[in-house]
């Protein structure tokens, strides 16, 4: 049962720094209740290094990451309602979801918009959305990549935003919550929905109107005014899905704002990474996570390893990383919750896959456990880099706190009381309606 020391009477003496030194006292009748530790070899719920859940070794390496991440089309969800507007059949990702909760883990979706793996005869919206297209020729400019027939959607058409919207409605409507087995949402528009055309790498233009990056902003790619249009109703839609869009939006050239810097009314999006650890990340990638600097350590972010190089995907996990700068030295700059890392499970051990999962998102540490009559005041520090991405309750058996470490960022505490009589110490751990059978949170204990 529990194990209690008695705190009686601290008194505390203030000074000032005027002529008169003035005391006050206050007195705390409470009891330390001693906590046991509670460890996991997984990375916390909702981090770590994130899979393809299509990866030959997903089941193998299930007790190694948390997430699964899938791309989809906004065609395998959506098409023409002939009675109007646009039906919706979210089987697919049902699907994808369900795998994922099967071995324990949340999923990550992004739906594209253009993918030059589309080649030209599919399409990735309804049908009536896709007409006027336009073409070029995309030179990747990774090793190993070949010239694809790219074609882009006519963004030059409001139905295409307005389905955008819709469709990001529909979504919040039937994933309510990451109970349901959806962790995060990644947003964008352009190659790979990751915000940017690589226009430079663009040639050979179906279309003359469209050959000029100035023209392509409107046609190729949403236009600024209908990219926030966008941006805030999917906020006003995902208010209990985390959610992020690419850092590259930080370019004033295609990206939603104009200014030095992120506006303060933008939406609470979080951003992704998707060339973390490149050799030029510090002078390129970090430039537009300072960007966003004002908002993102507030929010869910996340990334995915160069894949510029074989080198950056062989020697991404190497201490000091494949140019310089680590896993957990990236993690705690950009505050990040996870990191796609499919190719690492090719390269690294089941282990050291745990272990650098564990070095992503955030970490939990009891400072202090206080028993005053019937109720136990459990004070919580984030000793990770991300912040707590959703509600995470204190608790002794079926018995939690009204309090939720929501919102914790590195480095905060916050004082969570739970209303019992008795607290069995063995009895208490972290809970939340959104994790999924098997799930742990690991504390330790200060």
Request: proline share 5%.
């Given at each position: 049962?529990k194990?209690?020391?008695?705190?009686?009477?601290?008194?505390?003496?203030?000074?000032?720094a005027?002529?008169?030194?003035?005391?006050?006292?206050?007195?705390?009748?409470?009891?330390y209740l001693?906590?046991?530790?509670?460890?996991?070899?997984?990375?916390?719920?909702?981090?770590?290094?994130?899979?393809?859940?299509?990866?030959s070794?997903?089941?193998t390496?299930?007790?190694?990451?948390?997430?699964?991440?899938?791309y989809?089309?906004?065609?395998?969800?959506?098409?023409?309602?002939?009675?109007?507007?646009?039906?919706?059949d979210w089987?697919?990702?049902?699907?994808?979801?369900?795998?994922?909760?099967?071995?324990?883990?949340?999923?990550?979706?992004?739906?594209?918009?253009?993918?030059?793996?589309?080649g030209?005869?599919?399409?990735?919206?309804?049908?009536?959305?896709?007409?006027?297209?336009?073409?070029?020729?995309?030179?990747?400019?990774?090793?190993g990549a070949v010239?694809?027939?790219?074609?882009f959607?006519?963004w030059?058409?409001?139905a295409?935003?307005?389905?955008?919207?819709?469709?990001?409605?529909?979504?919040?409507?039937?994933?309510?919550?990451?109970?349901?087995?959806?962790?995060?949402?990644e947003?964008?528009f352009?190659?790979?929905a990751?915000?940017?055309?690589?226009?430079?790498?663009?040639?050979?233009f179906?279309?003359?109107?469209?050959?000029?990056l100035?023209?392509?902003?409107?046609?190729?790619?949403?236009?600024?005014?209908?990219?926030r249009?966008?941006?805030n109703?999917?906020?006003?839609?995902?208010?209990?899905?985390?959610?992020g869009?690419?850092?590259?939006?930080?370019?004033?050239?295609?990206?939603?704002?104009?200014?030095?810097?992120?506006?303060?009314?933008?939406?609470?999006?979080?951003?992704?990474?998707?060339?973390?650890?490149?050799?030029?990340?510090?002078?390129?990638?970090w430039?537009?996570?300072?960007?966003?600097?004002?908002?993102?350590?507030?929010r869910?972010?996340?990334?995915?390893?160069?894949?510029?190089?074989?080198y950056?995907?062989?020697?991404?996990?190497?201490?000091?990383?494949?140019h310089?700068?680590?896993?957990?030295?990236?993690?705690?700059?950009?505050?990040?919750?996870?990191?796609i890392?499919?190719?690492?499970?090719?390269?690294?051990s089941?282990?050291?896959?745990?272990?650098?999962?564990?070095?992503?998102?955030?970490?939990?540490?009891?400072?202090n456990?206080?028993?005053f009559g019937d109720?136990?005041?459990?004070?919580?520090?984030?000793?990770?880099c991300?912040?707590?991405?959703?509600h995470?309750y204190a608790?002794?058996g079926?018995?939690?706190?009204?309090?939720?470490?929501k919102?914790?960022?590195?480095?905060?505490?916050r004082?969570?009381?739970?209303?019992?009589?008795?607290?069995?110490?063995?009895?208490?751990?972290?809970?939340?309606p959104?994790?999924?059978?098997?799930?742990?949170v690991a504390?330790?204990?200060?």
């Amino acid at each position: 049962m529990k194990k209690l020391n008695v705190i009686v009477g601290l008194i505390f003496l203030v000074v000032t720094a005027g002529p008169l030194a003035v005391s006050c006292s206050q007195s705390y009748d409470g009891e330390y209740l001693e906590l046991p530790s509670r460890t996991s070899s997984s990375p916390s719920p909702f981090c770590g290094i994130v899979l393809w859940q299509n990866n030959s070794n997903i089941e193998t390496l299930k007790d190694a990451v948390s997430l699964e991440f899938s791309y989809f089309y906004y065609a395998d969800v959506a098409s023409d309602d002939p009675a109007g507007g646009y039906k919706y059949d979210w089987t697919v990702v049902d699907t994808f979801l369900a795998s994922a909760v099967s071995r324990g883990h949340h999923g990550i979706v992004r739906f594209r918009d253009t993918d030059p793996n589309l080649g030209n005869t599919g399409r990735s919206l309804p049908a009536s959305l896709w007409n006027c297209t336009r073409e070029a020729d995309y030179d990747e400019g990774i090793e190993g990549a070949v010239k694809k027939r790219v074609v882009f959607p006519d963004w030059s058409n409001p139905a295409i935003t307005q389905f955008i919207i819709s469709f990001y409605k529909a979504l919040a409507a039937h994933y309510p919550d990451q109970s349901t087995g959806l962790g995060y949402v990644e947003v964008g528009f352009g190659l790979w929905a990751e915000y940017h055309i690589d226009f430079d790498n663009l040639s050979n233009f179906s279309s003359s109107d469209c050959d000029t990056l100035a023209e392509a902003i409107g046609r190729l790619f949403p236009s600024k005014t209908d990219q926030r249009m966008i941006l805030n109703e999917i906020d006003k839609a995902l208010i209990t899905i985390p959610w992020g869009i690419s850092i590259d939006a930080a370019d004033t050239d295609f990206g939603p704002y104009d200014d030095d810097e992120v506006p303060e009314n933008a939406p609470a999006f979080g951003l992704f990474d998707d060339s973390l650890l490149q050799e030029k990340w510090n002078d390129t990638n970090w430039e537009n996570w300072k960007y966003f600097y004002s908002v993102f350590p507030k929010r869910m972010n996340g990334g995915e390893f160069s894949y510029y190089t074989t080198y950056d995907q062989e020697h991404a996990l190497d201490p000091n990383g494949p140019h310089g700068l680590s896993l957990e030295q990236a993690a705690r700059r950009c505050y990040l919750s996870y990191v796609i890392g499919d190719g690492q499970s090719d390269i690294v051990s089941h282990d050291e896959l745990a272990s650098a999962g564990r070095q992503i998102g955030y970490a939990l540490a009891v400072e202090n456990a206080v028993v005053f009559g019937d109720r136990v005041t459990i004070t919580v520090r984030n000793i990770g880099c991300a912040v707590i991405p959703y509600h995470l309750y204190a608790a002794f058996g079926t018995v939690q706190s009204q309090q939720s470490l929501k919102g914790l960022l590195p480095g905060e505490t916050r004082d969570l009381t739970i209303t019992i009589t008795d607290p069995d110490p063995d009895m208490f751990h972290f809970t939340s309606p959104v994790l999924l059978p098997g799930q742990v949170v690991a504390y330790t204990v200060k």
